[in-house]
């Protein structure tokens, strides 16, 4: 089904479900459920939305494992409600790729069977404290830098969604700095700890927006071009790092922290910093499967998924019931 948004066809020209999508989509209108749209961009949507709401969930992980070790009861209420806000942004996601014609139960089951991705950078282990603090920093200061765009989605249940996950996302950004200023503050192992944390999360965050745009490393898949046509993105990979970069060098000045890259130089000429190139061999094995912490983050979500089975049984067993001994309002009466 097509809605009419006064996005009309060139007179003489035939009207089509494909043709009417394009022009859709290149008017900057946004495309609905009930819309019609080309299979391969529903199966990209659904692809990209999945992928997002996986590593929200995985991205528990990380910083989950930090709650019960904080130092003090604000930290753990902090970190407690950052991974709960992540959980959030999971079922937002989860409920926006519904709306393409998927169930949430099948996309956990492609994703514990290994048929589904979720972002590199989960895939790495929180080693000291101050990794909460780089997480909020980098990881989510990435995340901005990627998703910020997407509230500009042409697929409106996506777009909506991220207006929240990027406010949530900006601030689990500032409090993640806000921790290391105060560790940078404290003794020198708490500074050592920040380093070091930053040391080990630094090329992964780079590698976070995805292979680059060209040389031996780009995705043979194509995905950015056909996703920049449909509007789905609104930058390419290696202008969302670039923008990253340059965000990112100030902050690490102010903290007082020193990014591992020696070929990281402003470039008065460009406006932007030059920075080295992440190791895409690692960037490749990691999404393949073979990272520090894969096997454990896919063995801790089927292992949620399996334990959890009997409250999802309950509740549905509830709900049913409630449904059979409920009386519409007009029978009621």
Same mark, same amino acid.
Request: proline content about 5%.
């Given at each position: ?51 997002? *709401?996986?590593?929200?969930? $995985? #991205?528990?992980?990380?910083? @989950?494992?930090? /709650?019960?070790?904080?130092?003090? !009861?604000? =930290? ?53 404290? *101050?990794?909460?603090?780089? $997480? #909020?920093?980098?990881?989510? @200061?990435?995340? /901005?830098?990627?998703?910020?765009? !997407?509230? =500009? ?75 920049? =046509? ?104």
């Amino acid at each position: 089904m097509s809605v009419d948004r006064g996005v009309k066809c060139a007179p003489g020209e035939q009207e089509t479900p494909e043709s009417g999508f394009e022009r859709l989509v290149a008017a900057e209108q946004r495309v609905e459920p009930r819309d019609a749209m080309p299979d391969a961009y529903r199966a990209t949507m659904v692809r990209q939305i999945a992928q997002h *709401a996986h590593s929200e969930i $995985i #991205g528990m992980q990380p910083e @989950g494992n930090w /709650i019960s070790r904080s130092p003090s !009861l604000r =930290r753990k209420a902090i970190l407690l409600a950052k991974v709960q806000d992540e959980a959030g942004h999971g079922l937002y996601l989860y409920s926006a790729a519904e709306t393409l014609g998927v169930d949430r139960d099948d996309l956990t089951r492609r994703l514990v069977e290994g048929r589904q991705k979720y972002s590199s950078i989960f895939n790495y282990p929180s080693l000291s404290y *101050a990794d909460v603090g780089v $997480i #909020g920093w980098l990881v989510d @200061g990435a995340a /901005i830098c990627n998703q910020v765009p !997407l509230c =500009r989605s042409s697929y409106g249940p996506y777009a909506r969604a991220m207006v929240r996950i990027c406010k949530e996302e900006s601030f689990h950004q500032r409090q993640g700095y806000e921790l290391l200023l105060t560790m940078m503050r404290g003794s020198d192992a708490q500074r050592e700890m920040v380093q070091d944390a930053t040391n080990r999360w630094w090329w992964p965050s780079l590698m976070m927006f995805g292979p680059p745009d060209t040389g031996d490393a780009a995705s043979p898949h194509g995905h950015t071009e056909q996703s920049m =046509r449909w509007r789905i993105k609104r930058h390419t990979n290696d202008e969302l790092r670039q923008r990253f970069v340059d965000m990112t060098v100030p902050q690490a000045d102010a903290l007082g922290v020193t990014l591992p890259d020696a070929e990281l130089a402003w470039n008065a000429e460009r406006g932007s910093y030059d920075f080295g190139t992440p190791d895409w061999d690692e960037f490749k094995a990691v999404i393949s499967g073979h990272g520090p912490c894969n096997a454990e983050r896919i063995a801790h979500r089927r292992a949620a998924l399996d334990d959890g089975a009997w409250v999802r049984e309950a509740a549905a067993a509830h709900a049913a019931k409630v449904n059979t001994h409920t009386l519409p309002l007009s029978m009621s009466r």
